[in-house]
Antibody
């Protein structure tokens, strides 16, 4: 059974850094593309970042230069390193598995990041 | 960036009704369109991929259609568990995946 479990969220001051983790089971994170999607309070879903099987990474303009996506194949875990956080980064962050058809077929329950002083 | 526009923003419906949700892309995405269901506090769930193919375990009352720039998600007979927010997403112009703003189905 495919499962994704996010962790690492919390309350962080503006300008701070945080690392989110997404532990995967039932498949290997290196076998398909993996992505992060967020949902700010009262808003819709926003794609944040993706890492492809070959290691290529891409980011939404809103986080480019501040966020870094990576994976640890030995731990079967996806990460999102976030820095220079602002209130606009407050959101529930979801990790999701990419399918062969290009959609996101499995999602985690999400982890809440709150940026506030 | 491809902009996805969903309509309506909110739809008040009764259980048992048939509903159609719309999604429009600012440029063609061919059939590279997915629909997701999202309930508060839960993980989003993939319903439809490739514009019209139901994902694993999705009931037959959900159907998707369209290609190019115009897409629809139809729920043939609303069940109580279907009240949620529905998002369309294009995966044609990857890696710039974009979602619509969502349509909320609420109980009339």
């Amino acid at each position: 059974e495919v499962q994704l479990v996010e962790s690492g969220g919390g309350l962080i001051q503006p300008g701070g850094s945080l690392r989110l983790s997404c532990a995967a089971s039932g498949f290997t994170v290196s076998s398909t593309f993996m992505t992060w999607v967020r949902q700010a309070p009262g808003k819709g879903l926003e794609w944040v970042s993706v890492i492809y099987t070959g290691g290529s990474t891409y980011y939404a303009d809103s986080v480019q230069g501040r966020f870094t996506i990576s994976r640890d194949n030995s731990k079967n875990t996806l990460y999102l390193d976030m820095s220079a956080l602002t209130a606009e980064d407050t959101a529930v962050y979801y990790c999701a598995r990419g399918s062969d058809e290009g959609d996101f077929d499995y999602w985690g329950q999400g982890t809440l990041v709150t940026v506030s002083s | 960036e491809i902009v996805m526009t969903q309509s309506p923003a909110t739809l008040s419906v009764s259980p048992g009704e048939r509903v159609t949700l719309s999604c429009r892309a600012s440029q063609t995405v061919y059939s590279n369109l997915a629909w997701y269901q999202h309930k508060p506090g839960q993980a989003p769930r993939l319903l439809i991929y490739g514009a019209s193919t139901r994902a694993t375990g999705i009931p037959a009352r959900f159907s998707g259609s369209g290609s190019g720039t115009e897409f629809t998600l139809t729920i043939s007979s609303l069940q109580s568990e279907d009240f949620a927010i529905y998002y369309c997403q294009q995966n044609h112009k990857w890696p710039r995946y974009t979602f619509g703003q969502g349509t909320k189905l609420e109980i009339k």
